[in-house]
C-alpha cells in the first residue's frame, strides 16, 4: 500500500517544534521526494515528547513503477569481531560491569554477546548483532559512562554504526535482535526474553542466567521480521516503562501470526521514571 505522503526514510533530523530537540523526522511527498510543512512530522523521542502530526489527504495512491530491485542485505566481514574485541580496558561498559559483577561473569557475557571497543569515542562499545546463521549484520557503537552505567546523550547522542565507522561503501544495513546467535544452543520451547537496550540484555544475562536474553535495540524493533528465528519457542518481553501498551498492542498482532508470546506488565505500576527498564529494578537492588 503506497500513500501520497511519507515519513523520511534517511538519517536526516529536524529541530521538533514540541521539545526542541533536532529528533523530528519530516513528511515528503513520494512522487516529489520534496519536504512538506516544518511542522509536518514525528518526534523519534517517542516516550518523553511524542510529538506527531500527520499531513492530511494522505491517500492512496497508485505505483507507477513496479521495477523495484530489492538490495540484498550487507555483512561484516570475517574477522571483524576478533579485530574489534580485544581491548577492553578502555570500555567504559565493560568496566561498569567490573563495578557490579565479578570479573568471571563479566568475561562470560563479552564473549557470549560479542561485546567490542571501539575508538569512535574514547571508551565506547560495539554491541555486534549477529544472527542465527552467524552473518555478522550490524554493529552499533554506544558511549557509556563508566561510574553509572548510563549513555552519554549530551552534547548530543554518542551513538554510530560500524559500517559508517569503517566507512564501508554501500553497505545494506538489515538488523537482527542482539545475541541471536546464542539461540542454537537453547532447545525449541525453552523460554526467551526480549528487551529494548542492548545494556539490559547482558546485565540481566548475568544477574538471571538461566533464560536467553535478546535485545531488540529500538522500540520499533519488535516486529515479525526480526521475531521470525523465535518462532517455536516461549517470547516473554519486557518493555520500558510506559511502553507496555504500545508492545502489548505488538504482542497481541504477533501472537495471530503463530508466536507464543506475551508481554510483561513488570514496570508499570512501580514507581520508576519513564524510560526506566528492569536494570533499573533490579541491579540497583544489589
Known amino acids: 500500500m503506497n500513500f501520497k505522503y511519507t515519513l523520511d526514510k534517511s538519517s536526516k533530523k529536524f529541530v521538533c517544534p514540541n521539545c526542541g530537540k533536532q529528533k523530528l523526522v519530516r513528511y515528503i511527498e513520494v512522487e516529489t521526494n520534496n519536504y512538506l510543512d516544518a511542522l509536518m512530522g514525528r518526534c523519534d523521542r517517542e516516550s518523553s515528547c511524542g510529538y506527531h502530526l500527520t499531513p492530511k489527504g494522505n491517500t492512496i495512491v497508485e505505483v507507477k513503477h513496479h521495477n523495484i530491485i ?26 561498569f560491569l567490573l563495578r557490579n559483577f565479578s570479573t568471571a561473569d563479566v568475561i562470560h557475557a563479552i564473549k557470549k554477546y560479542f561485546i567490542g571497543a571501539s575508538d569512535q569515542w574514547h571508551g565506547s562499545t560495539i554491541f555486534w548483532q549477529v544472527d542465527e546463521q552467524m552473518n555478522v549484520c550490524a554493529g552499533k557503537v554506544m558511549l557509556y559512562n563508566e561510574n553509572t552505567g548510563s549513555r552519554v546523550k549530551k552534547p548530543y547522542p554518542h551513538i554510530n554504526w560500524m559500517h559508517k565507522v569503517l566507512k564501508i561503501p554501500n553497505f ?78 505488538k504482542v497481541k498482532a504477533l501472537e495471530k501470526e503463530g508466536f507464543l508470546i ?5 514496570l508499570e505500576n512501580r514507581d520508576l521514571e519513564d524510560g526506566s527498564d528492569l536494570v533499573d529494578v533490579f541491579l540497583t537492588s544489589l
Open 172 to 249: 545494506v544495513l538489515q538488523q537482527c535482535l542482539f545475541g541471536l546467535h546464542n539461540l542454537c544452543d537453547y532447545e525449541k520451547g525453552s523460554t526467551i526474553c526480549l528487551v529494548e537496550s542492548e545494556k539490559t540484555a547482558v546485565i540481566m544475562s548475568i544477574m538471571f542466567s538461566g533464560f536467553l536474553w535478546l535485545a531488540t535495540g529500538s522500540k520499533s524493533n519488535l516486529k515479525s521480521s526480526l521475531l521470525q528465528p523465535l518462532k517455536g519457542y516461549k517470547i516473554i518481553v519486557f518493555p520500558d516503562k510506559t511502553e507496555f501498551e504500545n508492545w502489548n498492542t
Open 70 to 95: 530489492q538490495q540484498e542485505p550487507s555483512c561484516h566481514v570475517d574477522g571483524v569481531l576478533k579485530a574489534f574485541g580485544d581491548n577492553h580496558k578502555n570500555n567504559n561498559f565493560i568496566n
Open 262 to 266: 506475551s508481554c510483561s506488565n513488570l
